[in-house]
């Protein structure tokens, strides 16, 4: 017997993938991508970098549409402040899959899933617009909603709210 105190070494447990083949093979060629339910719904997190080459690779295994692109300011709440969050349809597989990647810095950026799915233009020019993430590759980040000459974007939550009036382009003058 020894002296040595026993020390019990780290149990190393697996990556959770999910059991759909498709999802499983998608998930396993990307190290970084963390998988997890929520509410029922398939999700992957990953690092902003490998945003436009996960897409890439959800498209050629059948992700044929892309719902939409979005973000969350969590401003105040946890580093890094911003999670772009786009929405992938597989009719060909019958699947979901909300793909998440965390965004930091004064000007964040992230790959833009335009050139992929064609489809995303308008819901990343919308979250450029709002929240000021840049979408690299984008062919067009341009506002969408505010006026052009439109300084700050309003859905950050540290955007100073109610103290000038919007005027949208098309809509009757206020006065």
């Excluded at 060629?29 to 690779?57: H, I, K, N």
Aim: charged share 25%; glycine share 6%.
């Amino acid at each position: 017997m020894s002296d040595e105190p026993e020390v019990d070494e780290p149990i190393e447990t697996p990556r959770p993938l999910p059991t759909h083949d498709v999802l499983r093979t998608l998930v396993e060629a990307f190290d970084d991508a963390e998988w997890s339910l929520s509410a029922g719904q398939d999700v992957v997190r990953l690092p902003a970098g490998q945003f436009g080459e996960f897409g890439a690779a959800a498209k050629e295994a059948g992700f044929e549409v892309c719902v939409d692109v979005t973000a969350v300011d969590w401003y105040r709440v946890r580093r890094p402040r911003f999670d772009v969050v786009a929405n992938l349809l597989s009719h060909q597989h019958v699947l979901r899959l909300r793909v998440v990647a965390a965004v930091e810095g004064d000007e964040p950026s992230i790959p833009s899933l335009t050139p992929i799915w064609p489809g995303a233009n308008f819901t990343e020019r919308e979250t450029y617009d709002m929240f000021g993430i840049l979408f690299e590759g984008h062919p067009d980040l341009t506002r969408i909603l505010m006026p052009d000459d439109w300084v700050g974007f309003p859905l950050r939550k540290d955007f100073a709210v109610g103290s000038v009036p919007v005027q949208f382009k098309e809509s009757h003058q206020v006065t």
